[in-house]
């Protein structure tokens, strides 16, 4: 079955840019997603079909995909991104990464 | 603004089924633009893909699931149900029920994509 793979933890201090990986066997011809989920609350989906951000989404989130790996990058980090960030990806199922805790030091 | 309703037992006993009901508001479950789903997350985990419909037809499930699944659909009431049997501790979790936008592959052919709308999950817990 298919796998994708995430950093357990990332920490980066406030103003600086976060930078979060998800791998996976050609992952770059899939579509990627982003979701990210606060303590106690349901996840937000932030980045989907690579790059793209829904309504709502600061511009500090951005994304690309290309060979194995898929990036969220965060720029200029605020400690209201502190959260646990996943990726999606579809191989015949619905993939999800394991998940990244991002603390925000 | 289309949202989702989780409800159902918040207790379930070990080996009987788990039954949940996702009610949509502001939006139709019958729209020709999405597919709906299922995910859950154990207490402390990650997120587990459960099922994935079409309100017309076809369905994907997760194959670590699939022989415990069932889904229905109402689209008298805008709702959809989870049904899950032989519960164990294992499948302890927020459940989430959600929404996906449809994606094409080079076919032409759609598929699940992201899930843009979530709702605020129902916790379950199996125990005697």
């Known amino acids: 079955s298919y796998e994708l793979t995430q950093p357990p933890s990332v920490s980066v201090s406030p103003g600086q840019t976060a930078t979060i990986t998800c791998s996976g066997d050609?992952?770059?011809?899939?579509?990627a997603c982003w979701y990210q989920q606060k303590a106690g609350q349901s996840p937000v989906l932030v980045i989907y079909?690579?790059?793209k951000r829904p309504s709502g989404i600061p511009e500090r989130f951005s994304g690309s995909n290309s060979g194995n790996t898929a990036t969220l990058t965060i720029s200029g980090t605020q400690a209201m991104d502190e959260a646990d960030y996943y990726c999606?990806?579809?191989?015949?199922?619905?993939?999800f990464g394991g998940g990244t805790k991002l603390t925000v030091l | 603004q289309l949202q989702l309703q989780e409800s159902g037992p918040g207790l379930v006993k070990p080996s009987e089924t788990l039954s949940l009901t996702c009610t949509v508001s502001?939006?139709?479950?019958?729209?020709?633009?999405?597919?709906w789903g299922w995910i859950r997350q154990p207490p402390g985990k990650g997120l587990e893909w459960i099922d994935s419909?079409?309100?017309?037809?076809?369905?994907y499930y997760n194959p670590s699931l699939k022989s415990r699944v069932t889904i229905s659909v109402d689209t008298s009431k805008n709702q959809f149900s989870l049904k899950l049997t032989s519960v164990t501790a294992a499948d302890r979790a927020v459940y989430y029920c959600?929404?996906?936008?449809?994606?094409?592959?080079?076919?032409?052919?759609?598929?699940?994509?992201?899930?843009?709308?979530w709702g605020q999950g129902t916790k379950v817990t199996v125990s005697s």
């Open positions: 959600a929404r996906h936008v449809i994606y094409y592959d080079n076919s032409g052919l759609p598929y699940p994509g992201a899930f843009d709308i």
């Open positions: 502001g939006g139709s479950i019958s729209s020709t633009y999405y597919y």
């Open positions: 419909f079409y309100y017309s037809g076809g369905t």
């Open positions: 050609k992952l770059g011809d899939k579509y």
């Open positions: 079909q690579d790059y």
């Open positions: 999606q990806a579809w191989d015949s199922s619905v993939v």
